[in-house]
């Protein structure tokens, strides 16, 4: 925060928490949902970036924080809670912090360096839940993990494009209503 303190105000606090709840909501839509769950998941995401985007970087980290523990707890697919932990939740904390570099280059190659760690990681620690009902899927003999892993980089490029075009619209229509709201931050 370039050495400056966050002051933690009760509405921010309050818009937190509503958003938290929001993408709690979301969290537990993926978690029953038979398909669809990874976007649902996706989606979950735009309420950390809402949260700092209206009430400043540590509220993004709180909405994070309280979204993924309670997602944890609550959500009965526990794979849409890891998700979000692993991916989609924190990514828009790093997103914000990647987009103030100065070499868009190295921003895209971090935030593909970023998906793909993470993917490695579950493809490793959580295979039977994230991948193995992926590879029974395919009944055409090509490699799985080297083509998942391209596809899955392409795809994270243009999900990064789209989560900015819809952080661009919500900045220009939500965000100022919740300042106006939350004091003018």
Same mark, same amino acid.
């Given at each position: 925060?370039?050495?400056?303190?966050?002051?933690?105000?009760?509405?921010?606090?309050?818009?937190?928490?509503?958003?938290?709840?929001?993408?709690?909501?979301?969290?537990?839509?993926?978690?029953?949902?038979? #398909?669809?769950?990874?976007?649902?998941?996706?989606?979950?995401?735009?309420?950390?970036?809402?949260?700092?985007?209206?009430?400043? &970087?540590?509220?993004?980290?709180?909405? +994070?924080?309280?979204?993924?523990?309670?997602?944890?707890?609550?959500?009965?697919?526990?794979?849409?809670?890891?998700? /979000?932990?692993?991916?989609?939740?924190? &990514?828009?904390?790093?997103?914000?912090?990647?987009?103030?570099?100065?070499?868009?280059?190295?921003? *895209?190659?971090?935030?593909?360096?970023?998906?793909?760690?993470?993917?490695?990681?579950? &493809?490793?620690?959580? &295979?039977?839940? /994230?991948?193995?009902?992926?590879? #029974? $899927?395919? #009944?055409?003999?090509?490699?799985?993990?080297?083509?998942?892993?391209?596809?899955?980089?392409?795809?994270?490029?243009? +999900?990064?494009? $789209?989560?900015?075009?819809?952080?661009?619209?919500?900045?220009?229509?939500? *965000?100022?209503? /919740?300042?106006?709201?939350?004091?003018?931050?």
């Amino acid at each position: 925060m370039s050495g400056r303190r966050q002051k933690i105000s009760t509405r921010m606090l309050a818009l937190t928490g509503l958003l938290s709840a929001v993408c709690l909501v979301l969290l537990f839509a993926a978690g029953v949902a038979p #398909s669809g769950w990874t976007g649902l998941t996706a989606v979950a995401g735009l309420a950390v970036a809402v949260a700092v985007s209206a009430s400043g &970087y540590l509220s993004g980290v709180l909405c +994070y924080l309280v979204s993924g523990i309670l997602g944890l707890l609550l959500v009965p697919g526990k794979h849409a809670a890891v998700l /979000f932990l692993c991916l989609f939740g924190v &990514y828009p904390l790093l997103k914000n912090l990647l987009e103030r570099l100065k070499n868009r280059a190295l921003e *895209i190659l971090l935030k593909l360096a970023f998906c793909e760690a993470v993917l490695a990681l579950l &493809y490793l620690l959580a &295979y039977p839940i /994230f991948f193995a009902s992926a590879v #029974s $899927a395919w #009944s055409v003999p090509i490699p799985f993990v080297p083509v998942f892993f391209v596809l899955a980089g392409i795809i994270f490029l243009i +999900y990064d494009y $789209a989560f900015s075009r819809v952080m661009a619209m919500l900045q220009a229509r939500l *965000i100022p209503l /919740f300042r106006q709201k939350n004091g003018g931050h």
